[in-house]
């Protein structure tokens, strides 16, 4: 089955680029029919959809407003991850990160995540 | 503040029935299909509902979904204590862009 396992540091500094990458196990980056996300949970904010990138003959990267400025989502193909980057962070950038793959065919629903990675913005 | 409208916590005895829903607009729930997830203390949220009424394999037929115009229900039957978690609903908005991921900002499960 699919998997998706998260890796990166738990505490970034303030100004600093908070840096995560996931890895993808039973299912290819490159395939058409799926996106792979990146999605933060606070409990001040709740759930909050930071972007994702995903493949259809070329490769595109969508973002959330309220964080396009700073960030980065990149596939890494060769080794079947994709990673976040999140520039300039604030303590409000505080939160439960994960990675999900979403489904084209079916609805577009997040149908597996990954593990979570608490990250603390603090000096 | 989240795009999705939920209510805050609902509670139920064993046994009962509850429906949580979950409101939008025309930009997101009206034109877009609704998954729902659950997510137990601790743990990632788990997809429950997909394209608005669908379960995935393993899910039993005691959660079910619906959608009719801006909104959407859950609906749990026979509820067990291990129901006890946070309901989330999700949908695309995309009156932005290419379209954005917006999630409600859940409902707190009690099972009395």
């Known amino acids: 089955q699919v998997q998706l396992q998260q890796s990166g540091p738990g505490l970034v500094k303030p100004s600093q680029t908070l840096s995560l990458t996931c890895a993808i196990s039973?299912?290819?980056?490159?395939?058409?029919?799926?996106?792979w996300n990146w999605i933060r949970q606070s409990p001040s904010r709740g759930l909050e959809w930071l972007g994702r990138?995903?493949?259809?003959?070329?490769?595109?990267?969508d973002y959330a407003v309220f964080v396009r400025s700073r960030i980065t989502i990149n596939p890494d193909t060769s080794k079947n991850q994709f990673s976040l980057q999140l520039k300039s962070v604030t303590p409000e950038d505080t939160a439960v990160y994960y990675c999900?793959?979403?489904?084209?065919?079916?609805?577009?629903?997040?149908?597996?995540w990954g593990q979570g990675t608490t990250v603390t913005v603090s000096s | 503040q989240s795009v999705l409208t939920q209510p805050p916590s609902m509670s139920a005895a064993p046994g009962q029935k509850v429906t949580i829903s979950c409101s939008g607009s025309s930009s997101n729930i009206g034109s877009n299909s609704v998954s729902w997830y659950q997510q137990l203390p601790g743990t990632a949220p788990k997809l429950l509902i997909y394209d608005n009424n669908k379960r995935p394999a393993g899910i039993p037929d005691r959660f079910s979904g619906s959608k009719s115009d801006t909104s959407a229900t859950l609906g749990i039957t026979g509820l067990q204590t291990g129901d006890e978690a946070d309901y989330y609903c999700?949908?695309?908005?995309?009156?932005?862009?290419?379209?954005?991921?917006?999630f409600g900002g859940g409902t707190k499960l009690t099972v009395l």
């Open positions: 039973g299912d290819s980056i490159s395939t058409n029919s799926a996106a």
């Open positions: 999700g949908t695309w908005d995309r009156s932005l862009s290419a379209g954005e991921g917006v």
């Open positions: 990138t995903y493949y259809r003959s070329k490769w595109y990267s």
């Open positions: 999900a793959r979403d489904l084209s065919d079916y609805g577009d629903c997040m149908d597996v």
